[in-house]
């Protein structure tokens, strides 16, 4: 009688824990929806959800200068200029060790990760493919000097951040 308990017991134990990874990968496809707090520098944005849950979200597809760089803080103000405290939705697809995701921003229909990038004050990251569009808006930035690309020869943030 007892082995028998225990064999239902495993099963229970399996189909709950069946359900929870199902709720869990659920979960982890639904957009975020929220508020921007906090513009960290040009790539890295806090957002605040309705339940008050804080994210850290790195933009997906484009390196920002960091802050200390040549146009670090003026990608960080233009991007601040764009989404500090509007409501966004972050479409995401990866979540790091330190909980940080990395998505694409988007506002009122608008990806705001590519508009870094045709502004110019981000690269298009190369780990990160997400199209010849991408490589375009990068390289008509480059040539008509914007943002970054108005130094003579900006350093690429991965460059400087191994520096």
Aim: with cysteine.
């Amino acid at each position: 009688m007892i082995r028998g308990d225990l064999h239902n017991v495993l099963q229970d134990l399996t189909l709950a824990c069946l359900c929870l990874c199902l709720s869990l990968s659920a979960l982890a496809y639904a957009d975020i929806t929220g508020t921007v707090v906090e513009v960290d520098d040009g790539d890295t944005v806090q957002i605040k959800n309705a339940d008050s849950i804080v994210y850290t979200v790195q933009l997906r597809c484009a390196d920002a200068p960091e802050l200390g760089q040549d146009a670090g803080e003026a990608s960080a103000a233009y991007l601040a200029r764009l989404i500090a405290n509007k409501s966004v939705t972050v479409a995401w697809e990866v979540v790091n060790q330190s909980g940080q995701v990395s998505g694409t921003i988007m506002l009122r229909g608008s990806d705001i990760n590519f508009r870094m990038i045709r502004a110019g004050y981000a690269w298009h990251d190369a780990d990160d493919r997400c199209g010849p569009a991408w490589d375009t808006a990068q390289r008509r930035a480059q040539e008509s000097g914007r943002g970054l690309w108005s130094a003579p020869e900006p350093i690429p943030p991965w460059d400087y951040r191994s520096l």
